[in-house]
């Protein structure tokens, strides 16, 4: 199993920017993909950003351009960089891992971490 650890959630005022952290307990080559998503109550849970194994990234329409996905291997961590925030990127967000173990896809979530822009 893999862990993961968010950090870097807090309040922030609109315009301003904010960085998360995902640390992972396993090396990112074991993994094939990473990614953040956001929750808020009511609602699914969307993908924001991601960033597969051959580096490739993928952001959601509305942070395109604002938010961006990183990845450092030394310390197994991956970084969402959101700058020029919105009250509507309020949310619980999430980092997600997967890879594949015996022919199958695992996933794994981190515990969350709490991100607030107030309007």
């Known amino acids: 199993q893999v862990q993961l650890v968010e950090s870097g959630g807090g309040l922030v005022q609109p315009g301003r920017s904010l960085k998360l952290s995902c640390a992972a307990s396993v090396s990112l080559f074991r993994l094939n993909a990473m990614g953040w998503y956001r929750q808020v109550p009511g609602k699914q849970r969307e993908v924001v950003a991601t960033?597969?194994?051959?580096?490739?990234?993928d952001y959601a329409d509305s942070v395109k351009g604002r938010f961006t996905i990183t990845r450092d291997f030394a310390k197994n961590t991956v970084y969402l960089q959101m700058n020029s925030l919105k009250p509507e990127d309020t949310g619980d967000y999430y980092c997600?891992?997967?890879?594949?173990?015996?022919?199958?896809?695992?996933?794994?979530w981190g515990q969350g971490t709490q991100v607030t822009v107030p309007s």
């Open positions: 997600n891992a997967y890879w594949y173990s015996i022919g199958s896809r695992r996933d794994s």
């Open positions: 960033i597969t194994g051959d580096g490739s990234t």
